[in-house]
């Protein structure tokens, strides 16, 4: 063992996931422990598995094995810890299992199997803390759980209901991460427009206001902090319950991206009841049409699940469709596949596995022709895009940037080439003009 204690870490799964590997990772370097980049470096390995599918489990099951037989000492944490005997059947020999949002119970953890260090140097962490994402862009988790009980979802029963983080926190810890330099705010949560419901929407004191614990209002306030800062703001995983049309305004100010991160998840609303998704009664194709008449340029993604139990193709039409009307710009597509511990296993008529794969191709299809027409209409225009990377040197650079359509890692990129695109740099954002679009990625040259 080293004379500084060292822990590796792999993180599997979501985003939220990713911000808690990010909290258990500060607070281990800021008790003294060094962080190793690889299995042999490390005296112990911390897992944050993933527990929502059947592929991310075996992923995290995966993952363990692949841990003890490389470095021995494992822990392991996050969604798939809240099934402890799965992992114990699987991998009997590990240290320590805690589900998950268990920061304090994973550092015991380490603890216990890996004494810290007697004098720990806490002016080595930086003041965002140990992140995960590349410097320029960080995810912000407001609250933990959710209070819904979609009958495909076993997430409540492994993180429990709605769990709104205090306004104050979060805001400071917004604040925290524009003053580290980070260019783009990603936030995230199961249920992100239910933010505050559990706090009854209590006001905060706030300098010498008070702010509602209220999703509205802690968007405004987070997008006064990032465009005072000239950095972006983008929401994720937002339900399209009626306060939603509020944050509109703020997009329309320049407060907030035009950027919309909603699971409809289906367009036929007896799968919608099915599945027990909540405001399925809504006419969704309306609020989007009332959406974008108010702002043109809104970008829309969302993901979808085909094959549910009791789909038929008259159901499936119905999806195509409304998807067809919508116009949406994003779009993710799954499989329906049982879950352990969900109620939609219990449900009749499940869809053959060789007429969910030929929906999903036809539904991929039809998505697919949409993404290309939107991005299409783009061609010819100035937008202000954020460099993630740059690829080559000199007069063959190309720097690969987003737009406000496009979250990290799950939408498209624009790629910027010509001249002066060697002078840009990472984290950077650039005026360019929209040179050309394919299915899901546009061409760029500098305005």
Not at 273 to 283: F, I, V
Not at 309 to 329: I, N, S, V
Not at 400 to 427: C, E, H, K, M, N
Request: aromatic fraction near 6%; charge should be neutral.
């Amino acid at each position: 063992m080293s004379s500084v204690p060292r822990v590796g870490f792999v993180s599997l799964g979501c985003p939220k996931a990713l911000v808690d590997s990010e909290r258990i990772l500060t607070q281990l370097r800021a008790e003294g422990y060094d962080i190793a980049p690889t299995y042999q470096g490390a005296d112990l390995v911390v897992v944050n598995t993933c527990g929502f599918i059947d592929d991310a489990v075996h992923e995290s099951l995966d993952t363990i094995g692949e841990a003890l037989r490389e470095n021995g000492k494992v822990i392991v944490t996050g969604c798939l810890g809240a099934q402890p005997e799965r992992i114990r059947a699987r991998h009997p020999q590990v240290l320590g299992i805690t589900g998950p949002q268990a920061y304090e119970d994973v550092v015991a953890n380490v603890h216990a199997h890996l004494p810290r260090p007697h004098d720990p140097f806490t002016d080595l962490v930086p003041a965002q803390g140990i992140k995960l994402t590349p410097r320029h862009y960080a995810y912000l988790k407001i609250s933990e759980g959710c209070n819904h009980r979609c009958s495909f979802c076993i997430i409540p029963s492994m993180r429990g209901d709605l769990v709104s983080r205090p306004l104050p926190l979060v805001l400071n810890e917004g604040i925290r991460l524009l003053n580290a330099g980070v260019r783009e705010l990603l936030v995230i949560s199961q249920d992100t427009s239910a933010y505050g419901a559990d706090l009854r929407y209590r006001a905060e004191p706030w300098g010498a206001r008070e702010i509602r614990t209220k999703f509205i209002d802690l968007a405004r306030e987070l997008g006064a902090l990032t465009a005072e800062r000239g950095a972006w703001l983008r929401l994720h995983y937002v339900y399209p319950y009626p306060h939603v049309d509020e944050v509109l305004a703020l997009m329309a100010d320049g407060l907030v991206l035009p950027y919309l991160d909603i699971p409809f998840q289906h367009g036929s609303p007896r799968i919608l009841k099915l599945m027990k998704r909540p405001a399925h009664a809504e006419n969704t194709l309306e609020r989007i049409r009332a959406w974008r008449r108010l702002l043109p340029s809104l970008a829309i993604r969302s993901t979808f699940i085909v094959g549910f139990p009791g789909e038929t193709e008259a159901d499936f039409r119905l999806l195509l469709d409304w998807l067809a009307e919508a116009g949406l710009d994003r779009v993710g597509c799954f499989k329906y596949s049982p879950v352990d511990g969900a109620s939609a296993n219990a449900l009749p008529d499940p869809v053959p596995a060789q007429v969910q794969e030929e929906r999903y191709a036809r539904f991929m299809e039809a998505a697919a022709a949409i993404s290309a027409a939107r991005l299409a209409r783009r061609v010819g225009g100035r937008e202000r895009v954020l460099v993630d990377a740059l690829e080559g040197s000199g007069r063959g650079a190309v720097a690969v940037a987003r737009s406000f359509a496009d979250a990290p890692q799950i939408d498209g990129t624009v790629r910027i080439r010509g001249a002066g695109v060697a002078r840009l740099a990472v984290g950077e954002f650039a005026e360019v003009e929209i040179t050309a679009a394919d299915t899901y990625d546009l061409g760029a040259r500098l305005a």
